[in-house]
């Protein structure tokens, strides 16, 4: 089982404070919230009937493109499907959020899983943010056979008895516990491919911070070979622009888990600091420009009371994005304001730069909706992005409230759009087919701009 797998070469980032009693730290969760698990969703704002309400579209530049958005159908009957990557041998790879690794091939979803992990949730039956998230198939797969998924598993420090206990203070306390009494952590698996199956599960990373909320999970591999993470904050917001921590931040890393000798900070896999939880990542294939979506605060106390102001963000080496001291465009010099911001909340979920032969698309990028219930198009200044900057002057809404809670965004090679929908994941309303893999393409006549 992937527990047993080799330990993390050098280069995880330290972790503070780790030294707390648990217990108390557990007790301390009870102070720190008032919501009993299930009651309050970090991430979106919920109606009172606990179903997730899209909002109004945000003030913004919405036009036309030409064309609306026509979707196939690829696979459906999926278990909340967070991510997807593509092989050169056509196959497409899915991680469902409860631990498994699915195989679409020829457009046919294998019966069996191509792996399975033991995620934390799979067995607690619950729903959380957090489960196994991202995939990125390394740029030698051809060769390698080997794939990287990032998730949230147990420690492997902790006994059966410890589990028990966290999941009794978890139903009394809810889940905002201080960081230091989370018993479980964010990990990066390598697996390879073989006979079709995926084998010898190895751990590259480990450590991470992670939380029942605000687990982050994105991983994809950068033009440069490099392997970039996202990590939320795990529902401790101090910790966000602390470089000596991996809250609220983006790594880098080397595939084998080491760090980068031209990463900001020497010997640290630190990218970028000052997130709350990116969702995903992105390159612009312009000047190879890294993008990520990040979720805006949504009410919680200890955020002030804050909401909205989902992100859109250019990531620079050593940047500092805000959080928690703000969030949206502040205008402060000390920070980096995001691209595009979005209130009310749309919850951004899956990022891809459009590559295909449609030129009205082509450089803009494309956002899926999960609150939102949308794909949202992202249209730069050209001169700008050539320039190295992002700036938007038009967005327009494609498939409102049509398929749902869009969670994953890719870019296909066969030049259309891949998306995944997460409307099985609590929030959501699902239909008898979901949930799906879609395949997006543009369609002239049929958009709707709201």
Avoid at 189 to 194: E, G, K, Q, V
Avoid at 357 to 380: C, E, K, M, S
Avoid at 416 to 440: C, E, F, K, M, Y
Wanted: proline residues 8%; hydrophobic residues 40%.
């Amino acid at each position: 089982m992937p527990e047993s797998a080799s330990e993390t070469v050098p280069g995880t980032v330290k972790r503070k404070r780790a030294n707390r009693w648990y217990a108390i730290a557990l007790l301390g969760a009870v102070s720190i919230s008032g919501c009993a698990e299930g009651d309050s969703v970090p991430e979106e704002a919920r109606s009172a009937s606990g179903l997730e309400q899209p909002p109004a579209d945000a003030p913004a530049l919405l036009t036309a493109s030409g064309a609306g958005a026509a979707v196939d159908t690829v696979v459906s009957n999926l278990e909340v499907p967070w991510s997807l990557d593509f092989a050169n041998d056509g196959r497409v790879f899915v991680t469902e959020r409860g631990g498994q690794v699915r195989v679409i091939e020829k457009g046919v979803l294998r019966a069996e899983p191509w792996a399975v992990l033991p995620v934390f949730g799979r067995e607690e039956q619950i729903a959380p943010e957090s489960g196994l998230m991202g995939i990125a198939l390394a740029p030698d797969f051809a060769s390698s056979g080997h794939v990287f998924v990032h998730g949230t598993f147990w420690k492997r420090s902790q006994a059966p008895l410890s589990r028990a206990i966290d999941k009794a203070f978890r139903r009394i306390a809810g889940v905002f516990s201080p960081r230091a009494a989370i018993p479980y952590e964010n990990r990066v698996y390598r697996l390879t491919d073989r006979g079709g199956k995926g084998v010898d599960a190895t751990v590259v990373i480990d450590d991470l911070p992670t939380n029942f909320y605000h687990a982050g999970g994105a991983l994809a591999f950068g033009p440069d070979g490099n392997l970039y993470v996202a990590v939320g904050e795990a529902l401790a917001s101090a910790f966000s622009d602390d470089p000596e921590t991996a809250s609220g931040q983006i790594l880098r890393y080397r595939a084998d888990g080491s760090v980068p000798e031209d990463n900001p900070i020497p010997g640290s896999p630190v990218y970028a600091i000052g997130l709350r939880n990116p969702q995903a990542l992105a390159w612009h294939p312009m000047r190879n420009l890294l993008i990520t979506t990040e979720h805006g605060p949504s009410f919680l106390p200890h955020e002030g009371g804050r909401s909205g102001k989902d992100e859109l963000n250019l990531v620079t080496p050593g940047a500092n994005y805000g959080w928690p001291v703000v969030a949206g465009r502040a205008g402060d010099a000390r920070f980096v304001d995001p691209v595009a911001e979005w209130s009310p909340a749309i919850a951004p979920g899956g990022i891809a730069v459009y590559t295909g032969a449609y030129a009205p698309w082509q450089g803009n990028a494309f956002v899926g909706g999960l609150r939102g219930q949308q794909l949202r198009r992202i249209v730069f200044d050209s001169a700008a992005a050539a320039a190295g900057h992002l700036k938007v002057i038009q967005e327009e809404v494609l498939l409102s409230q049509t398929v749902g809670r869009i969670r994953a965004v890719r870019m296909g090679p066969d030049g259309h759009l891949w998306i995944t929908t997460s409307n099985r994941d609590g929030r959501g309303v699902p239909s008898a087919q979901d949930d799906l893999v879609l395949r997006v393409r543009p369609q002239p006549g049929t958009n709707k701009v709201r």
